[in-house]
């Protein structure tokens, strides 16, 4: 069964013109503290407060009503998935030695470095519109907010 969010961002996408599919995943070997805390460092701590953060601005931008009620309610769960993801980087932390959270850090300043260069491109002006993108200056401004905010 696939979570509420999920089914609702499908319809959307092919009401839009998209065809969603779901995606196979592949199981994951165990993995030390330190791999997991650089994983969540980089997706949960900085993309999935980014992504909160995205979806809210498009929740207050996005001309069609039907987007905004969805990125409303993405904007709650992606912000939920960053508090926990912030909650285990605090705890990772707390266990790791001085190198390993050196190695934590640097992966997150990764992500960061990253995640700024892919959200300098211009979207297309539909999209802006129609799903509430943030324009490049506008994707800027919240970002370095973020970042001001949350290190």
């Known amino acids: 069964m696939l979570p509420r969010y999920l089914s609702v961002t499908a319809r959307l996408a092919r009401r839009h013109g998209g065809r969603p599919r779901r995606e196979a995943t592949a199981r994951v070997p165990t993995r030390s503290l330190e791999a997991i805390a650089s994983e969540n460092a980089a997706e949960g701590c900085v993309r999935e407060t980014w992504g909160a953060l995205f979806a809210a601005f498009q929740a207050e931008r996005a001309s069609d009503p039907a987007l905004r009620r969805a990125f409303a309610r993405?904007?709650?769960d992606e912000a939920r998935h960053a508090?926990?993801?912030w909650r285990l980087h605090r705890w990772a932390l707390g266990r790791l030695g001085v190198e390993g959270r050196a190695r934590v850090e640097?992966?997150?300043e990764g992500a960061i470095a990253k995640l700024r260069a892919e959200i300098a491109c211009e979207p297309p002006p539909a999209l802006a519109?129609?799903?509430g993108v943030p324009r490049a200056h506008e994707a800027a401004r919240l970002f370095d907010a973020m970042i001001a905010a949350v290190g």
């Open 74 to 76: 993405i904007a709650g």
């Open 83 to 85: 508090a926990l993801s």
């Open 106 to 108: 640097a992966a997150r």
């Open 129 to 131: 519109e129609i799903a």
